[in-house]
């Protein structure tokens, strides 16, 4: 007997056995819902937002009004200008943010769809 605060649970506990060589342990209790392409991609999103830089550069693109200009991130991040861009790279290789030339500058922003597709699987 178990005693679990002020309840007691019975437990059966059966004798272990030998399964036969290949065969399950017992049935899965739920099967995934995703399939291996949304996972992969979902994947490749949470990836590319597992570095704490570039979760922060994707939360200043997804509040601001538009565009930003990388001369706007570089202040906002204690690293150089061509780290911040191999963090962007890094975001829009993973589709996550896009961006526009404009002169010598570029702005980025974020593709929503990106976030939308990571915030439906987990919501």
Known sequence: MYRRGSMDVALQLEPKTRRAVGAPCCEPVVY??????QAARLAEVAKALGDPIR???VDVLRR???KVCVCEL????????STLSHH???LRD???????????????????????????WLG
């Open 32 to 37: 995934p819902d995703v399939d291996r392409a």
């Open 55 to 57: 979760l922060q550069v």
């Open 64 to 66: 601001h009004a538009g």
């Open 74 to 81: 570089v202040p906002l991040f204690d690293v150089s200008q």
């Open 88 to 90: 962007l790279k890094k």
């Open 94 to 120: 993973a589709g996550i943010v896009d961006a526009e030339r404009q002169g010598l500058w570029a702005y980025y922003y974020v593709l929503p769809e990106a976030l939308d597709e990571l915030r439906g």
